[in-house]
């Protein structure tokens, strides 16, 4: 059966890969030093880590030996061949993963420290063979084909984005425009589907399925929540607090306050939401238009 993780239960078995060369070429970009401290606590949080390998030519890395060697990372020297300057560490790893998935049954979750596109098909073979894959990479050297092949991917700019001041409620509204889309599309999917109860951690489940790089720390959120309310307050969905767990439930979905015609159609859509009109795209709601007296729609 696919392992994947619970929120409650037995810990995640993490096996870690990491392609050092690739993460240098972000390290290029960036003044911030790398800390494999902040991706091994991350990791510390979603279960127990239990192979840690990182592969390169480390003659050209020796800067950043010692903290690899001190938070227990095996280093495997993959040295530059001379003639095409280039080295196997690529192909070992895959290698090496793959060795461990068949070999090693208790480990369920591999993680794969690199932004490299070459890496899609050894996610695709890990998931294949029930594994939940996580990846993780710098900004600047990380291919969307890699992220969007993972059941999750972090970005190692936003590690440290929960311990900072929130900025989402003053962040320019255009910063919001696609995580808003993504919320809305999400809850007419899941619409769509017939559930009754769409409760919060339903709609995260999902939006980090269509797109694993989604992550509302990086927004500025302090916790998904705080994404919803303010989701809610720019009119893109509705919410209530369920009852007895104290958790919002999304009830539907509205339209962005910017246009005023937009918002009072989408109030019309939440309204109409169990029925099948409501679960079509724009083109329902403008056929419905017509049908609502002139003096209420000015009102």
């Known amino acids: 059966m696919p392992a994947t993780p619970a929120a409650a239960g037995p810990q995640l078995q993490i096996a870690v890969f990491i392609d050092f ?11 911030a030093p790398f800390d494999v401290r902040r991706i091994l606590d991350r990791l510390l949080e979603k279960g127990k880590v239990i192979v840690k390998v990182a592969y390169a030519d480390w003659g050209r890395f020796r800067e950043h030996t010692t903290g690899l060697h001190e938070n227990g990372i095996e280093l495997i020297e993959i040295p530059r061949r001379a003639t095409t300057g280039k ?44 594994k939940h894959v996580i990846g993780l990479g710098m900004k600047a050297s990380t291919s969307p084909l890699l992220a969007n092949s993972c059941d999750e991917f972090i970005y190692y700019e936003d590690l440290e984005r929960g311990h900072e001041p929130a900025r989402a409620r003053s962040a320019p509204a255009h910063a919001k425009e696609e995580p808003f889309h993504l919320l809305a599309e999400t809850v007419r999917a899941l619409l769509r589907e017939n559930f009754d109860i769409i409760q919060a951690s339903l709609v995260k489940d999902t939006m980090k399925r269509k797109r694993p790089a989604f992550s509302e720390a990086a927004l500025g959120y302090g ?26 439930v999304v009830t539907g979905v509205g339209a962005p306050r910017r246009r005023e015609r937009s918002g009072s159609e989408g109030r019309g859509e939440g309204r109409a939401e169990g029925r099948a009109e409501s679960r079509t795209p724009a083109p329902a709601r403008a056929d419905e238009a017509p049908k609502r007296p002139r003096g209420r729609r000015r009102g």
């Open 223 to 248: 916790s998904f929540s705080e994404m919803l309310e303010d989701a809610q307050e720019a009119g893109v969905i509705t919410l209530r607090k369920d009852e007895r767990s104290g958790t919002y």
């Open 87 to 130: 080295n196997s560490a690529d192909i070992r790893l895959v290698v090496d993963a793959m060795d461990l998935a068949w070999s090693k049954a208790h480990i369920d979750t591999f993680v794969i420290v690199s932004g490299d596109s070459d890496f899609s098909p050894l996610v695709a073979k890990l998931k294949e063979n029930g």
């Open 21 to 31: 060369e690739n993460i240098a070429l972000g390290l290029r970009d960036t003044k």
